[in-house]
């Protein structure tokens, strides 16, 4: 999956007589970002902190990733001061000054996530009354810029901008468009637009290869949900090889959906899907999941499954488990729900 953050060039071509205020703030934006992204680098502490701290917003633990955002926030990357403003918002559940200063800093240095975040903004008050302070943005102008900086990028090819153009307009060509060109999360809410059934002029039967279509191309993509999606296709297929296949392969990208069904299946003798039992994988796996005690009640489920597993080991068995855990933490990325950025 793509994960670089969009930046911006400044427009080019013949400078109209009149130009308007709105384009001449857009420029300086632009090319505000331009001098800002030219110094912005991380020294070690601050890029593993940056690493840490997405990390543990992707587990759904935003109070403990605040802090080494902020460490790499304060050596001027701009999407460290975008999750910042996510997890500080996300922990308050509305935007306070201190989510909204991390996204204007983001936004300053042209990441357009930030822009879309400050232009769908209702806490602000000055905004709602319309009487914010000279220089300030409204989230209407906000999210101007955001398209404006969005259509720069997707001129260019730029799948994820496409993407983007899709939030800030909701016109599905965008969501295609992106789908398309490669974007592995836009084929992903493609092929889940098209199962709640979008798409009204595709028939029964294209509708079915479409889903399958962009499914697999998210997944083949590198996008975890992706993978787990086309492995659900694949039930539906009666495709149990490549069920497995693409559940093992959510599985090992950290996705904790692919982690608790392949672990549950490793512990069932005979398993539904064909999995080969192995109790140690099983119990291994599903113990990774107990480090994830924020949000999304993946312990809760754990607690329902393991100790039937456990019951069926010896000691040696579990102490094997033990030591299986250790080795994949180590040579797996980290644990994550694989959240949406927006």
């Known amino acids: 999956m793509e994960t670089h953050t969009s930046t911006f060039v400044v427009f080019s071509g013949k400078i109209e007589p009149l130009i308007s205020i709105k384009r001449i703030m857009i420029c300086a934006l632009l090319l505000t970002a331009i001098t800002n992204n030219a110094y912005a680098e991380l020294n070690t502490e601050q890029k593993l902190a940056k690493t ?53 800093d983001s936004a300053a240095l042209g990441n357009i996530y930030s822009m879309i975040r400050l232009g769908r903004s209702t806490d602000d008050p000055c905004t709602e009354m319309n009487n914010c302070p000279k220089g300030k943005k409204s989230a209407q102008e906000w999210m101007d810029i955001a398209k404006k900086s969005a259509d720069l990028d997707a001129e260019r090819g730029n799948s994820e901008s496409m993407y983007l153009l899709y939030e800030i307009s909701g016109d599905d060509k965008w969501l295609e ?42 997944a083949e993509g590198g996008y975890p949900p ?21 559940n093992e392969k959510a599985a090992a990208s950290g996705y904790v959906e692919g982690v608790f069904g392949y672990g549950s299946y490793l512990g069932e003798n005979p398993s539904n899907y064909g ?18 005690d924020g949000g999304g009640n993946v312990r809760r489920d754990v607690e329902d499954v393991l100790p039937d597993i456990a019951k069926k080991m010896s000691p040696e068995q579990i102490n094997e488990a033990k030591r299986f855990s250790e080795g994949w933490k180590s040579s797996h990325p980290p644990l994550s729900f694989f959240p949406d950025k927006l």
């Open 177 to 218: 468009k992106s789908a398309a060109s490669g974007f592995s999360l836009a084929q992903f809410r493609l092929a889940t637009k098209y199962q709640e059934g979008g798409g009204f002029s595709l028939l029964p039967s294209n509708r079915l290869d479409a889903i399958e279509r962009w499914m697999k191309a998210s």
């Open 52 to 104: 840490k701290g997405i990390t543990l917003y992707n587990q759904y633990k935003a109070i403990s990733a605040i802090p080494y955002l902020k460490l790499a926030a304060e050596g001027g990357d701009g999407e460290a001061m975008y999750y910042l403003g996510e997890a500080i918002r996300k922990n308050n559940r509305y935007m306070n000054v201190e989510a909204q200063k991390a996204y204007e």
């Open 275 to 292: 999995f080969k039992p192995d109790l140690v994988k099983s119990y291994a796996l599903l113990s990774l999941l107990f480090e994830l």
């Open 226 to 246: 992706g993978m787990m999606g086309f492995a659900a296709v694949s039930i539906e297929k009666k495709d149990l090889e490549s069920f497995r296949n693409w």
